[in-house]
C-alpha cells in the first residue's frame, strides 16, 4: 500500500451511546480547528517558543479598542477610557492600548511605576485601590495624576501630603452604591446610601489643597445586565449635580469604572456566555442615557472615564498547550494531561474556557477530564469537555485568556512560559521571556549557616 | 503476548454503529477501531493487530500498542473482550 | 425564499414529545393542518430518542443539532450546513434554552434566507422568572410571592419569608415542591448543579390551573389567544388534558402583559386561581408555544401557522374567537421502529422521515 493511500491514523475509540447524552451531531465533534492567530501559524509558533505558549493578538487588542471608542463616542461627546494595569500589565500589552488614546488605571505604586517607565505622564494616569504608601502618593501629587480616594484613612492622609508639599492634589472619590447587583461591593469606596460619601466631599471642598475633579465608582465585576450602570450613571449624575447646587462646583469628570461581562462562560452558566451577555452597545447605551438625561446643555457634559479591561483584552489572549499524556480514570472516564495548569490558567476556577484542537479535529468526540501538569489536585482545567481523540504532542488552543491570567499566574511548581504577540505586520515579536532557574533563584538567599559544605559536607 | 478474544458476536456496521443483540447496548466505533476489532475477530494475534494497523494508517508501531493496549482496555470495560495471559 | 416548486420549508426544534414534552410535535401538526402538501418539515433534534422521530410522516427529514449550551458558532455553523442541503425559510423554535442563541443568530440567520421570530433578548429577560414579582407589581397583577436567591447561602431566610410549602424553580426548566428545609436544601442542589443560579423560591398556592397560549405580533397586539383550564395533572404539573374555556378576566390580562412586553413570538401564561376567588395569579410567563398548543389551533386558533405567515412577512388576519368546550387528552401510544434509526441519525446526524 502506498502512502498516500493510506487512511488517515485516528486513536482507536469506541464510545458507548447513553440517550440523552449523545449529542455530537453524527459523531463529529462540532469543534472548529485553530490553526492560526492572525494569520501565523500556531505549530509554528510552538516550533520557535516552546509549549505552553502564550499569544497575545496586536491587532484584536486594537479592534478592541477601536470598536469600544467608536461605540461610546457615537453616542457621548466626550469619552476616555483608562486600561486597567492590572488586567494585563506586560509592557507590550499596556504600550498598544496607550498608543489607541487609553490613559492608565493603576491600583499600586507597582502599577503606577510601571506606567510611568512606559512614558505615561501622571496626568493620564488614574491611581485607583485601597493601598496607596505615603511614598506613592507624594509622587502621584508631585506629577499631577488623578488620586481615586478609597477611604478615610487615605482621604486624611492625602491632605497632610499636599499641605506638607505645598502642591493641589486632583481628587475623585470612589463611591459605592446599590446598583442592584449581587453582590454589593461596599468594600470599596465611601457607600452613597448611608451619606458617607457626601461627607467625603464635604471634607475635599473644605480643603484648599484638594481639587475634586471627579466622580468614581466600580459597581462590580461580569455584571451581566446593563442597568445597573443606568443606575451607577444617575446617582453619579445626581451626587455630581448637588456638588453644583450646593458649592457651584462643576466636576470634570464621571469614572465607571469596569465589569462588563465577557465572552467567557462562567461554571454556573447553562448558556454560553455570547448569547446571554449584552454587547458592549447595550453598556454604552444605559450608561450614556443616563448621563445625558441630566444635562442641562452639551457642554455642561462631564466627561466620562472607562477602566474597562476584561472585555478589551480577554479574546486577545491565547494559550497554546500540548498534550503530555492520555489516561483512563478509574471508572473509564477519559482524560487527558496537558501542559498548561492552573498555575497558567487561574481564570479556570471560575470560566468554561473554549478550548479547540489545533488541527483538524477527525471524525469522534469524547468527554475527557482535563488536567494540568502540576503534581496537585487541584490543578483541573475543566472536569468534562468534548474533545477528539489526541495524540501525545498534539496542540490545543484555549481562547480568551488575555485578561488576568498574565497577572494572576503563579510560579508554583513549575515556571512560567514565553510570552509573544502577533504583530499587525504579521511578525511574532517574544514579549516576556520565559523564567529560568536562574531567574528565580536570583532573587533567593542561602543562609551563610545552610551553605552547601556546611549542608552537604 | 496478550491473546484477545471478542465474548460477543459483534457485528460493526459501515458506518461504525455497533448494536449488541444480547444486551441492547449501542457503540460507536470509528475507523481505526473497527480495524482493530476486524483483526481480533479474524483470529489475529496483538503483535499481528499492531502490525496491519502500521501497514494501514501510518502509524508508528510504538504509538499504535499504546493505543492498541488502551482501545482493548475499554473494550474490557464494556464487557465486550476477555484478553488472556500468554506468557 | 420559498422553493422553486413553491412549497414551504420550516425547521422545528422540541420533538421531545415525552412525558415533558417539548412543543415541537403539536407545532408540526398545526402547521401541516394549515399547509397541507405545500409544506415540508424538517425536524431539528438533540438527542437520538426523541420520539417525534419515530411518529411516522411527522418531518421530511430530521437533523442532529449541537445542544445550547455548545456555543453560537458551533450552533450557527450547524444550522448553516442544514440550510445549504435544504434551503428551508422559516426556523422555528420552541424550547426555552434555545432562544437567546437562536435570538443573537437571528441576524445571520436571515441573511442565509432563513426567517425567524422571535422575542428581543431584553423581552426575554423581563419575563424571566427572576423577573416576575417586579413584572407583576408593575402591572398590578397577582403573582404568589418570590425570592430569587443568587447564592446557597440565601435559601434559609428566602423560605423562611415564603413560608412552607414552597415550589424551587430552576431559571430555565425544572420545579420541586418542598415541605422542609432539608428538602429544600436537597432540590436546590440537584438544581443548581444542572442549571446554574440563581434559583426561584416561590410561594406555593393551592387552586384550579389556568393557562393561556397567545401569539404576539412585537408591537404589543395580540395576534390569537386561546385560555385553557387543566383537567388532568400528572405528577410532574403537566397537563395531560384540558378544555378551552372563555373568561374575559384571562383574556384582558394577556393584552395587558403582551402589550407591556411587546411581545413577539409565542407564550404561555401559567396562572392558579383559588376556588371561588376571582384573582388569578400569575406562575410563569413562558417564552414560547406550550405543549398544548394543538388544542388553540383544533379550537379554531392555528397560531404556530400565524406565526410562520408573520416570520415571512405576510399580512394576517389576527383572531377574535374560537371554540370553547374544545377538549384534548393526551394518550401514551408506542411506535414500532428499528435499530437502523438510531444508527442513522448517530452515526451520520441525520434521518429521514
Known amino acids: ?457 | 503476548m496478550d491473546k484477545i478474544t471478542l465474548s460477543h458476536d459483534v457485528a460493526v456496521s459501515e458506518s461504525g454503529f455497533m448494536f449488541l443483540p444480547t444486551t441492547g447496548e449501542s457503540f460507536t466505533v470509528n475507523a481505526t477501531g473497527r480495524c482493530i476489532i476486524g483483526a481480533i475477530q479474524s483470529g489475529r494475534s496483538e503483535s499481528e493487530t499492531l502490525k496491519i494497523l502500521v501497514a494501514e494508517f501510518g502509524v508508528d508501531e510504538r504509538t499504535a500498542e499504546r493505543d492498541l493496549r488502551e482501545f482493548v482496555s475499554q473494550l474490557q470495560r464494556y464487557h465486550l473482550a476477555q484478553t488472556q495471559d500468554n506468557k | 425564499m420559498p422553493q422553486a416548486e413553491g412549497k414551504l420549508k420550516v425547521a422545528v426544534t422540541g420533538l421531545n414529545a415525552t412525558d415533558n414534552p417539548g412543543p415541537g410535535v403539536p407545532v408540526i401538526r398545526s402547521l401541516r393542518d394549515a399547509f397541507g402538501d405545500q409544506l415540508e418539515i424538517i425536524g431539528l433534534v438533540y438527542d437520538t430518542l426523541e420520539p417525534g422521530i419515530y411518529i411516522p410522516g411527522l418531518a421530511n427529514r430530521f437533523y442532529q443539532i449541537p445542544y445550547p449550551s455548545t456555543g453560537l458558532d458551533a450552533i450557527l455553523a450547524r444550522l448553516l450546513e442544514i440550510q445549504a442541503r435544504e434551503k428551508y425559510d422559516v426556523l422555528f423554535s420552541t424550547l426555552d434554552t434555545e432562544l437567546y442563541s437562536f435570538r443573537k443568530l437571528a441576524g445571520e440567520l436571515h441573511g442565509h434566507g432563513i426567517a425567524t421570530y422571535l422575542p428581543e433578548t431584553e423581552q426575554l429577560k423581563l419575563r424571566g422568572k427572576d423577573q416576575l414579582s417586579s413584572f407583576c407589581s408593575q402591572l398590578q397583577i397577582s403573582t404568589p410571592k418570590t425570592i430569587v436567591i443568587n447564592s446557597p447561602s440565601e435559601l434559609n431566610s428566602a423560605v423562611n419569608e415564603v413560608g412552607f410549602p414552597c415550589v424551587v424553580k430552576g431559571i430555565f426548566y425544572d420545579a420541586g415542591i418542598v415541605s422542609t428545609i432539608d428538602e429544600a436544601h436537597a432540590v436546590m442542589n440537584k438544581m443548581r448543579y444542572k442549571w446554574g443560579l440563581p434559583l426561584i423560591i416561590q410561594q406555593c398556592l393551592k387552586g384550579d390551573e389556568y393557562n393561556v397560549c397567545a401569539l404576539g405580533d412585537g408591537v404589543g397586539n395580540v395576534v390569537g389567544a386561546v385560555a385553557m383550564r387543566k383537567l388532568y395533572i400528572t405528577d410532574k404539573g403537566k397537563g395531560w388534558s384540558g378544555v378551552t374555556i372563555f373568561d374575559k378576566t384571562l383574556l384582558e390580562l394577556t393584552h395587558k402583559i403582551i402589550g407591556a412586553l411587546r411581545w413577539k413570538g409565542g407564550l404561555e401564561l401559567e396562572y392558579i386561581r383559588a376556588p371561588g376567588q376571582s384573582e388569578y395569579n400569575l406562575l410563569e410567563i413562558n417564552p414560547r408555544f406550550p405543549a398544548w398548543v394543538y388544542l388553540a389551533s383544533a379550537a379554531g386558533q392555528n397560531l404556530p401557522a400565524a406565526m410562520v405567515q408573520l416570520a415571512r412577512g405576510k399580512k394576517i388576519e389576527y383572531f377574535s374567537d374560537y371554540k370553547v368546550g374544545t377538549l384534548f387528552v393526551r394518550a401514551a401510544w408506542d411506535y414500532i421502529s428499528d435499530m437502523s434509526r438510531i444508527e442513522s441519525l448517530s452515526m451520520t446526524g441525520e434521518v429521514n422521515g
Open chain 1, 1 to 457: 500500500m502506498s502512502l498516500g493511500s493510506r487512511k488517515r491514523y485516528e486513536r482507536p475509540t469506541i464510545l458507548k451511546q447513553y440517550s440523552g447524552y449523545m449529542n455530537k451531531v453524527g459523531n463529529r465533534s462540532g469543534l472548529a480547528p485553530t490553526p492560526d492567530i492572525d494569520g501565523v501559524s500556531i505549530e509554528k509558533m510552538v516550533e520557535q517558543f516552546g509549549s505552553p505558549l502564550f499569544v497575545m493578538s496586536e491587532q484584536a487588542i486594537r479592534m478592541a479598542q477601536r470598536r469600544a471608542y467608536r461605540v461610546f463616542k457615537t453616542r457621548y461627546p466626550r469619552v476616555q477610557f483608562a486600561w486597567s494595569y492590572k488586567t494585563n500589565y506586560l509592557d507590550a500589552v499596556c504600550a498598544t492600548f496607550h498608543s489607541e488614546d487609553s490613559w492608565a488605571e493603576v491600583v499600586s505604586g507597582f502599577e503606577y511605576n510601571k506606567a510611568r517607565g512606559l512614558g505615561v505622564p501622571g496626568n493620564r494616569i488614574i491611581f485607583n485601590g485601597p493601598d496607596k504608601s505615603e511614598e506613592d502618593l507624594k509622587r502621584a501629587v508631585n506629577e499631577d495624576a488623578y488620586l481615586h480616594v478609597d477611604h478615610f484613612d487615605e482621604l486624611y492622609r492625602l491632605i497632610s501630603i499636599t499641605e506638607s508639599l505645598g502642591k493641589t492634589a486632583k481628587v475623585a472619590i470612589r463611591v459605592n452604591m446599590d446598583c442592584g447587583v449581587y453582590p454589593l461591593w461596599d468594600r470599596f469606596g465611601f457607600n452613597l446610601e448611608n451619606g458617607e460619601a457626601w461627607q467625603a466631599l464635604k471634607r475635599i471642598m473644605a480643603t484648599p489643597s484638594l481639587k475634586l475633579v471627579g466622580l468614581h465608582t466600580h459597581i462590580g465585576t461580569y455584571i451581566m445586565s446593563p442597568d445597573p450602570y443606568r443606575v451607577a450613571a444617575t446617582k453619579l449624575s445626581e451626587l455630581a449635580r448637588s456638588l453644583q447646587t450646593e458649592y457651584g462646583h462643576k466636576i470634570e469628570y464621571i469614572d465607571l469604572g469596569g465589569g462588563f461581562a465577557s465572552k467567557n462562560t462562567l461554571h454556573g452558566q447553562y448558556l454560553p456566555a455570547e448569547g446571554v451577555v449584552p454587547t458592549i452597545e447595550e453598556y454604552a447605551e444605559a450608561i450614556t442615557d443616563a448621563l445625558m438625561q441630566h444635562a442641562t446643555s452639551p457642554s455642561e457634559l462631564p466627561m466620562l472615564i472607562l477602566e474597562t479591561g476584561r472585555a478589551l483584552v480577554e479574546e486577545a489572549g491565547f494559550l497554546i498547550t500540548s498534550v503530555i499524556a492520555n489516561k483512563r480514570l478509574a471508572d473509564g472516564r477519559k482524560s487527558l494531561i496537558i501542559d498548561a495548569g492552573v498555575n497558567l490558567l487561574f481564570t479556570s476556577f471560575w470560566y468554561r474556557h473554549k478550548i479547540t484542537p489545533v488541527r483538524d479535529p477527525g471524525m469522534v468526540s469524547e468527554d475527557a477530564a482535563l488536567y494540568g501538569p502540576l503534581c496537585m489536585n487541584i490543578d483541573m482545567v475543566r472536569e468534562s469537555i468534548s474533545l477528539p481523540p489526541l495524540n501525545l504532542g498534539d496542540l490545543l488552543c484555549i481562547h480568551h485568556v488575555g485578561a488576568y491570567d498574565m497577572t494572576q499566574w503563579m510560579q508554583f511548581i513549575t515556571l512560567r512560559p514565553n510570552v509573544v504577540m502577533v504583530m499587525q505586520d504579521g511578525t511574532v515579536e517574544l514579549i516576556r521571556k520565559a523564567e529560568t532557574l536562574e531567574y528565580i533563584r536570583e532573587r533567593e538567599q542561602l543562609p551563610r549557616q545552610l551553605s552547601k559544605n556546611n549542608v552537604v559536607g
